[in-house]
């Protein structure tokens, strides 16, 4: 068990005091059996008017938050501090009927899976459907984790990261052709991918830890980071981060998970002004971590 501490700071800047919408934020993790929250908070400048907890459809914590008065900066700044227990690779148990691919979800799990297990992009060509059965034995029995495990791996080590300006995220097939993208681009093109092989997948958002910022090859750190599971059969939902490699929850904090990225912002919302009133924004994320205190004897 690993005890994680994160720092997020979002900063907009703006060329006179505009007026502010509600703003949504997801920065609270989802407690689970291998993640635990010990503490959270929020402070925003201006102060907030209110603050309302819900819970979205997929089950997320969202916090909708109103302001007080008109400013030129609006800065939201959160920390998170929670226990981790890592879950690796040959942790994933999948039942025996889906040990080897193809196999059918069971009928009562279908109906919940259906809109993960459907793809959501064009794709006239198929591009990413033949791409995805490029992982595929012809004339051989092929194990699904390994499957899987080979997809997100090929993706790590054939296609290059790079932060990207511009908001939203790229079409699977652009992130195939170009062969670059974001790890939002990468976990998209991996969730579509499982699905043209008929498994269900769903995004996640969250952070990564970089255990050394300065040597590591940790990609995603500075940042919210994106990554997807596939639901396996005895497995339940197994973690893939095709950024990383990473398959399994090590150094992987979830906070949302979607059945697609644009349900899964961290934060959005609006201002009242004009588009030339924005000036710039400022993201900071810090994931720092300490082993848990033991009681010896």
Known sequence: MTIFSVRHITSYRYRRDVDFGEHRLMFRPRDSFDQRLIEASLT???????????????????????????????????????????????DIRIDEAALTYPFSYDKDEIADLAPAMQRHYPDPGDEVGRWARRFVRVGHSTETGHLLMTMCYAIRESFVYGRRQEHGTQLPIETLQLRSGTCRDFALLMMEAARTLGLAARFVSGYVYVPDRDGSTVLGGGSTHAWCQVYLPG????????????????????????????????????YDGDGSDFDSMTVQVNVTTRQPWIREG
């Open 44 to 90: 925003t400048y201006p102060e907030q008017s209110h603050v309302r907890w819900i819970h979205d459809v997929f089950g997320n914590c969202v916090a909708l938050v109103d302001f007080l008065r008109p400013s030129a900066e609006l800065r939201f700044e959160t920390w998170i501090t929670l226990d981790h227990t890592p879950q690796l690779a040959p």
């Open 235 to 270: 497995a339940g939902w197994a973690e893939f981060d095709p950024t990383n490699g990473i398959v399994g929850n090590r150094d992987l904090i979830r906070v949302a998970v979607a059945r697609d990225p644009r349900q899964a912002i961290p934060l959005s919302g609006s």
